[in-house]
């Protein structure tokens, strides 16, 4: 059994039979075990004639007709995984701005003026708050901070600002005795991170922790402290 994701090869043999054509077609025969498959032929030649051995073969991965991929995709770790191999946590995410807001992520926007990678769409909002607004939402007053709070998801949604907002905690590796790395839950950073949607933010997440234990392995290796 042949297995192939489309029939295009097939529906243009067709089309030529009238013209006494048709496509020249390469039989794979894969020695792991896969099932058989047939592929258009790519024409290749020798470079030097003179040269010994036969031309050797090219085998499409795409369908040259309608694009759809050959061979199935290599398959990506899901998030999950990639979450738990890189050690990062979610503390956790809220759509943004459906209120109310979790107290952990409604208190972030008290620091929105001062924190530097506080997420730039949400920062412009809190600086167009009027003064008073903006005083309420610094003050640490909870009532205060609620109204000055609902003014500010009232206007993320007259400007159309909204997507996930979340934070993501990661424990800060260093680099142990015979190489490597170590790392533990007392000693830790947080990420406050925004994206468009929740899978988004997942995998911003990920390339977060990902980067910070690549080059702690990085640096152990060069014998960094
Ligand atoms: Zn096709």
């Given at each position: ?84 191999d ?19 992520l ?43 709070f ?7 949604y ?68």
């Open positions: 059994m042949t297995h192939q994701p489309c029939n295009c090869v097939a529906d243009f043999n067709l089309k030529l039979r009238d013209h006494n054509t048709r496509i020249v077609e390469t039989i794979g025969i894969p020695r792991d075990g896969r099932a058989m498959f047939t592929r258009p032929t790519i024409t290749t030649e020798k470079i030097e004639s003179r040269k010994r051995g036969r031309a050797a073969i090219a085998v499409p991965g795409f369908c040259p007709f309608c694009g759809n991929r050959y061979e199935p995709a290599p398959a990506k770790p899901s998030i999950y995984n990639r979450l738990f890189a050690n990062v946590r979610m503390e956790c995410m809220w759509p943004f701005p459906v209120s109310p807001a979790p107290e952990k409604a208190d972030v926007f008290e620091y929105a003026d001062d924190e530097q990678d506080f997420p730039e769409p949400l920062r412009d909002l809190v600086r167009s708050l009027d003064d008073r607004s903006r005083e309420e939402l610094y003050s640490g007053d909870s009532v205060d901070f609620q109204e000055a609902s003014d500010l998801c009232g206007d993320a007259r400007k159309g600002v909204h997507g996930w907002l979340g934070i993501a905690a990661n424990p800060i590796p260093k680099p142990s005795v015979g190489g490597g790395v170590s790392f533990s839950w007392g000693y830790y950073r947080t990420k406050l991170l925004f994206a468009p949607t929740a899978e988004q933010l997942l995998e911003n997440a990920a390339e977060w922790g990902e980067a910070k234990f690549a080059a702690a392995h990085a640096a152990a290796e060069s014998g960094e402290a």
